[in-house]
Nanobody
Framework: QVPLVESGGGLVQPGGSLRLDCAAS???????????LGWYRQTPGKERELVADITRGGSRAYASFAEGRFTISVNDAMNKVFLQMSSLVPEDTAVYYC??????????WGQGTQVTVSS
């Protein structure tokens, strides 16, 4: 079972927008067992870096490059997370990974979705 399934990646022109969705598996996560949901990204040769995350309490954290351009949100059940990205630039090209941390501090990752910003 894949714990997290991402969708919404693809090719977009500079200045464009894209939304990433991620759904947590109901087979792995019981009700109210997720504490934090978020998005990370990685490019070849670089470490995976935080893009944005949100806690069950509603606290949001954004990387400096995401501030003002990206918005993270979740559904009421806290089993889906969304990343709305706008004003995309080529430097945003990366594989984007969905991340969840359970209330027991166990980390889970999705398989990643490619975002390519290019004209």
């Amino acid at each position: 079972q894949v714990p997290l399934v991402e969708s919404g990646g693809g090719l977009v022109q500079p200045g464009g927008s894209l939304r990433l969705d991620c759904a947590a598996s109901g087979h792995i996560f019981s009700k109210n067992s997720i504490d934090t949901l978020g998005w990370y990204r990685q490019t070849p040769g670089k470490e995976r870096e935080l893009v944005a995350d949100i806690t069950r309490g509603g606290s949001r954290a954004y990387a400096s490059f995401a501030e003002g351009r990206f918005t993270i949100s979740v559904n009421d059940a806290m089993n889906k997370v969304f990343l709305q990205m706008s004003s995309l630039v080529p430097e945003d090209t990366a594989v984007y990974y969905c991340h969840a941390q359970s209330i027991w501090a166990v980390d889970y990752w999705g398989q990643g979705t490619q975002v390519t910003v290019s004209s």
